[in-house]
């Protein structure tokens, strides 16, 4: 595995370790150390590392149930900085369903959302969607703009929004009356293709290319590829491709699956396309299938 670019012997022995055994053990001692369930708290809507420190120190907090009460009970009101916004947040976000609803492709209202947003600008719905998987769980889309806020304005417009869980100046993040979330991003030209790409995924394929970009003293994030401060590509995804020495990925492929070395030695498989596909047309009478009658 360490003949892979990026791979190192340090690297592919942890990686080795996850595939033999299912488990890292750097990642749970660091999970012990956390006390109760504190990651799934900083998963929530509102908090983040510093909130969720300020609740475990001050309250006592370490499990879902205990902010539960917490919540309800009004102890909140107690820390700086929590007002009635984040509590109403939280005490719905604790109310739902620890398994979050994924959505058939075909449900998902993504052709509905780029006509909507579309307005001279480019608008790609990104993730899980444009590779192809059998179902989603959100829908994360990038829109070439100007004005992010704008954009955003637009968005909470949209006839089927139910909820606005956030609205800012490049991102805003709505809940569809289905229960599907979507997430708009408005990037500039220039980090177009870095912006797709990240939000794109997979997780495990943008790792292994930040790994490449590394190995090259680079930096790859969703603003662009860099050299220093120096932006070195960004604007397209094959522009970042071709920069790490890869040839271009498509979406469908992109799960960190072999697919790498592929684009490297210039062997990817190709896609089956529209255009190849052959059928017969089959078709019955309207008779019924005793006799003709």
Do not use: C
């Given at each position: 595995?360490s003949?892979?670019?990026?791979?190192?012997?340090?690297?592919?022995?942890?990686?080795?370790?996850?595939?033999?055994t299912?488990?890292?053990?750097?990642?749970?001692?660091?999970?012990?150390?956390?006390?109760?369930?504190?990651?799934?708290?900083?998963?929530?809507?509102?908090?983040?590392?510093?909130?969720?420190?300020?609740?475990?120190?001050?309250?006592?907090?370490s499990?879902?149930?205990?902010?539960?009460?917490?919540?309800?009970?009004?102890?909140l009101?107690?820390?700086?900085?929590?007002?009635?916004?984040?509590?109403?947040?939280?005490?719905?976000?604790?109310?739902?369903?620890?398994?979050?609803?994924?959505?058939?492709?075909s449900?998902?209202?993504?052709?509905?959302?780029?006509?909507?947003?579309r307005?001279?600008?480019?608008?790609?719905?990104?993730?899980?969607?444009?590779?192809?998987?059998?179902?989603?769980?959100?829908?994360?889309?990038?829109?070439?703009?100007?004005?992010?806020?704008?954009?955003?304005?637009?968005?909470?417009?949209?006839?089927?929004?139910?909820?606005?869980?956030?609205?800012?100046?490049?991102?805003?993040?709505?809940?569809?009356?289905?229960?599907?979330?979507?997430?708009?991003r408005?990037?500039?030209?220039?980090?177009?293709?870095?912006?797709?790409?990240?939000?794109?995924?997979?997780?495990?394929h943008?790792?292994a290319?930040?790994?490449?970009?590394?190995?090259?003293?680079?930096?790859?994030?969703?603003?662009?590829?860099?050299?220093?401060?120096?932006?070195?590509?960004?604007?397209?995804?094959?522009?970042?491709y071709?920069?790490?020495?890869?040839?271009?990925?498509?979406?469908e492929?992109?799960?960190?699956?072999?697919?790498?070395?592929?684009?490297?030695?210039?062997?990817?498989?190709?896609?089956?396309?529209?255009?190849?596909?052959?059928?017969?047309?089959?078709?019955?009478?309207?008779?019924?299938?005793d006799?003709?009658?």
């Open positions: 595995m003949e892979l670019p990026g791979i190192g012997k340090d690297l592919a022995g942890k990686i080795a370790q996850i595939v033999q299912g488990h890292f053990d750097l990642l749970d001692s660091l999970k012990r150390k956390m006390p109760g369930q504190l990651a799934e708290i900083a998963t929530l809507p509102g908090l983040g590392p510093k909130r969720v420190k300020l609740i475990h120190d001050k309250l006592k907090v499990t879902l149930d205990e902010l539960r009460r917490a919540v309800k009970t009004g102890r009101h107690r820390l700086r900085g929590f007002g009635p916004g984040i509590e109403n947040k939280l005490s719905a976000a604790l109310e739902k369903p620890t398994t979050k609803k994924r959505f058939k492709l449900v998902a209202e993504a052709e509905a959302l780029v006509g909507f947003l307005n001279g600008s480019r608008v790609v719905v990104a993730g899980s969607y444009r590779r192809r998987r059998d179902t989603v769980g959100d829908l994360d889309v990038v829109v070439t703009a100007a004005d992010g806020a704008a954009v955003g304005n637009k968005l909470v417009g949209y006839e089927n929004v139910a909820e606005v869980s956030a609205h800012g100046p490049t991102r805003t993040t709505v809940v569809l009356r289905s229960g599907l979330q979507v997430d708009v408005a990037v500039p030209e220039e980090s177009y293709g870095a912006a797709l790409l990240y939000f794109t995924g997979s997780q495990a943008n790792i290319l930040r790994g490449i970009a590394v190995h090259h003293g680079w930096k790859l994030n969703e603003y662009g590829l860099f050299s220093g401060r120096r932006r070195i590509a960004g604007a397209t995804e094959e522009e970042i071709k920069k790490l020495r890869l040839a271009f990925i498509p979406p492929l992109r799960e960190d699956q072999g697919e790498i070395a592929l684009a490297a030695a210039n062997k990817l498989p190709a896609l089956v396309t529209r255009a190849d596909i052959r059928g017969d047309l089959h078709v019955h009478p309207d008779w019924t299938d006799g003709f009658n």
